[in-house]
């Protein structure tokens, strides 16, 4: 809804994206499982952000990069992974962490607002094979998971996602 960003403003949305993923790898949940345990129960709103704020972050990029000028197209080749590319695998990332078996299903739930808001943000953005791995991603997870309405939570993302 504003103004077309600058370059420089779409470079520091990605080191912005970077970075968030540089300080949450603070919080990274270790192998052990009581070590992860206690992470989690010490940590669990840090964590939940550390979810929750990449999602919202790779969601600007796309839109930035989808309603930017034909110049833009330069930096979306230059980027190590192009935008879809790096939805793809911040979704993917998030879905390892909620299902880590020291979340609990309430921490899980708490995630689905920020996954739904992506999903309704990138349906218009990208086409139906660049959403492809993400529904994909999303449907595994959702019969992946036990909780019942965190199950259905991740199937209404793929679905709202998956609209045409």
């Known amino acids: 809804t504003r103004e077309t960003p ?20 603070l919080y990274d949940l270790p192998a052990a499982p009581e070590t992860a345990r206690q992470r989690m129960r010490d940590y669990a709103d840090e964590i939940g ?22 110049e833009y197209r330069s930096i979306a080749a230059s980027m190590k992974s192009n935008p879809q590319q790096m939805v793809t695998q911040t979704v993917e990332g ?10 609990t299903d309430t921490w899980r739930r708490a995630r689905l607002p920020a996954l739904t808001a ?24 959702s019969r992946a998971a036990r909780d019942p309405q965190f199950q259905a939570g991740l199937a209404n993302a793929a679905s709202r996602l998956n609209a045409n």
Do not use: F, K, Y
């Open 6 to 25: 600058s370059v420089r403003q779409v470079i520091g949305l990605v080191q912005w994206i970077h970075s968030i993923v540089d300080v949450c790898t």
């Open 49 to 70: 952000r550390c979810a929750d704020a990449p999602l919202d972050a790779v969601g600007a990029l796309v839109a930035t990069m989808a309603s930017a000028p034909a």
């Open 94 to 103: 998030v879905l390892a962490t909620v299902q880590h078996p020291e979340a």
């Open 118 to 141: 992506l999903a309704e943000r990138l349906r218009p953005l990208l086409t139906a094979d660049e959403r492809r791995p993400i529904v994909s991603s999303l449907e595994a997870a």
